[in-house]
């Protein structure tokens, strides 16, 4: 079972830049596709981003393109989100997701989760 544990949030202001990072345990997730996702107090979680396992697809949602950028390193076992230009309506828990195939932006899709990160852009 793999554990995944996201790292690189705070309290920053509009414009501002952050790097999120997803560190996988357990078992390798090279052939794994992985995925950002975010909840904001009172809402469903909502997908960010996503990349495949070679990491040549990405997948964003309408909100961040341009602004956010997903990357993986496999031989560090670690996915990265990339956030620029931060907006107050940014403002989540960022979480980090995986399944063993294929990209898909449904939460229920993946089978394994992160505790999160918060992320608070507030001027």
């Known amino acids: 079972q793999v554990q995944l544990v996201e790292s690189g949030g705070g309290l920053v202001q509009p414009g501002d830049s952050l790097k999120l990072s997803c560190a996988a345990s357990?078992?390798?997730?090279?052939?794994?596709?992985m995925a950002w996702f975010r909840q904001a107090p009172g809402k469903e979680r909502e997908f960010v981003a996503a990349?495949?396992?070679?990491?040549?697809?990405?997948y964003y949602t309408d909100s961040v393109k341009g602004r956010f950028t997903i990357s993986r390193d496999n031989a560090k076992n670690t996915v990265y989100l990339q956030m620029n230009s931060l907006k107050p309506e940014d403002t989540a828990v960022y979480y980090c997701?995986?399944?063993?195939?294929?990209?898909?932006?449904?939460?229920?899709?993946?089978?394994?989760w992160g505790r999160g990160t918060q992320v608070t852009v507030s001027s």
């Open positions: 997701a995986t399944r063993d195939s294929g990209i898909y932006y449904s939460p229920s899709a993946y089978d394994a």
């Open positions: 357990g078992r390798t997730i090279r052939s794994y596709a």
């Open positions: 990349i495949n396992w070679s990491g040549g697809s990405t």
